[in-house]
């Protein structure tokens, strides 16, 4: 069986036809999977995390998702990178994806029990791993929408008060853009360097386009990794962003995820003790709703331009 635009395909059926969307569509010209509104999660609130690669989004996500439960909310997160790495520091293993519990059984996914794809973590927190169609064949799109009808079909949903979904690296593409299709707000975590906030830039543009026909919009920026923040700081001010918290560089978090730990299963420091309380409040001005941010990203060669120089 390989994947086609979106769909699983049998081997040596017709492959999907490449049919451009209508102009306006989820964007100009866009080509890319289109949520089916029977997928729609309607009981949760649900968050996308995105940002460059390597910026520290699965930390992000789980320390997060974390917070939530300490607030005595139900919480599910879903990693949508095929590495399938988000929930770790949670469950403490690398989980089996959806992808390949599906492919276990054909892609019969009535046969298919709770416990083979669905994982309890730290606090309580559940972890799912979407995981990705194999490399160069497919759509991440599908793997999204196929991870979202399992739950529903197994009423996982219902129980659930947050959703988080950890979305690999940067927007390139309308496959790993799908999850902004069922989120609420969006959150782009940002260090303080030109790389992470073109990248952010980027994802806005992204989120403008799917806020045309879906309910999302930019909920904020968080910043990690940096000591300073008047990059982002500058950024945000241009083109009307807002940051909801700051991580600043701390060995104690690196140190957390190579122990296979979230940072409140850590000795605790007056330093991650802040960090925790910082994340404690994220998640709490998350569930209370934070304003939608009605950004205006900017050109390339605009942002090139604007950033780096004294």
Sequence with gaps: MTYSFGRLVKDGDAPASRVPRQAGEDGE???QVQMDPRLQI?????????????????????NLSVAFSKLGKRVLQIGCDPKHDSTF?????????????????????EELQVEDFCFEGYNGVMCVEAGGPPAGTGCGGYVVGQTVKLLKEH???????????????????????????HAERALIVTA?????????????????????????????VIANRSAATDEIDRFNAAVGLKT?????????????????????????????????????????????????????????????DFLGFD
């Design 29 to 31: 010209g866009s080509v």
């Design 42 to 62: 309607e009981s949760a609130k649900v968050f996308s995390i995105y940002g460059k690669g390597g910026i520290g989004k699965s930390t992000t996500s789980s």
């Design 89 to 109: 520091t949670l469950t403490k293993r690398l989980a089996p994806t959806v992808i390949d519990a599906l492919e276990q059984v054909d892609f019969h996914s």
């Design 155 to 181: 009423h996982l949903l219902e129980d659930t008060d947050v959703v988080i979904f950890d979305v690999l690296g940067d927007v390139v593409c309308g496959g790993f853009a799908a999850p902004l299709q």
């Design 192 to 220: 303080n360097d030109f790389d992470s906030i073109f990248a952010m830039n980027r994802i806005v543009s992204a989120i403008k386009a799917k806020s045309k026909n879906y309910e999302v919009r930019v909920g904020g």
């Design 244 to 304: 909801l918290a700051h991580f600043k560089d701390l060995d104690d978090i690196r140190r957390s995820r190579l122990k296979k730990r979230t940072i409140f299963e850590m000795d605790p420091t007056p330093e991650l003790e802040a960090v925790q309380n910082e994340y404690l409040q994220l998640a709490q001005s998350l569930w209370d709703g934070v304003d939608p941010l009605d950004a205006s990203p900017m050109k390339d060669r605009d942002i090139f």
